[in-house]
């Protein structure tokens, strides 16, 4: 279980990869465990949607028109919760502009900082990263790529890493 000394990871699934590309889920577990996931509202403007990337995450374009929160809200939410906060992440390329496109949307600017978890790995723990990720994986049965638990399944690979069997 996650302690008060692991860092908090997020993790953000997207309408596709690339150009015109844009957040559809955001998610993410804090220093002590807790998960945070929602879904984006597409914006008027945001309408690249990639066929292969939705059978990964297996989020519909209707589900967000219906469910999904008001970029504004999310990105005040993510402020509020992460306020001060290094936030890790495993695609920090992708990651980062997708992150910035919701907060351009909001008008507002991110109260933390989001990193690339490979800056927390040594070089053994970073060859390691994978196997220990896909572990983790399997042990939480989680099959479908959804952001919060995405970000769970980090937090405790790196424990993991760090934690002497």
Excluded at 16 to 34: K, L, T
Excluded at 121 to 132: D, K, M, P, R
Aim: hydrophobic share 40%.
């Amino acid at each position: 279980m996650p302690t008060a000394s692991a860092p908090a990871f997020i993790d953000i699934e997207a309408s596709g990869f690339g150009r015109g590309s844009y957040p559809i889920e955001i998610g993410f577990v804090d220093p002590q465990g807790q998960l945070f996931c929602t879904l984006v509202q597409p914006q008027a403007d945001w309408s690249h949607w990639d066929e292969q990337a939705a059978a990964l995450h297996g989020i519909a374009r209707e589900l967000l028109d219906s469910h999904g929160k008001p970029c504004d809200w999310v990105a005040a939410q993510l402020n509020q919760r992460l306020a001060g906060q290094t936030v890790y992440c495993d695609g920090w390329g992708q990651d980062y502009p997708w992150l910035q496109r919701l907060f351009e949307a909001a008008e507002q600017a991110p109260s933390f900082r989001l990193e690339d978890l490979r800056t927390l790995l040594s070089e053994s723990e970073a060859a390691a990263w994978h196997g220990v990720v896909r572990r983790v994986r399997e042990e939480l049965s989680i099959g479908r790529h959804r952001a919060s638990s995405d970000a769970k399944v980090l937090q405790i690979a790196l424990q993991r890493l760090r934690t002497p069997p």
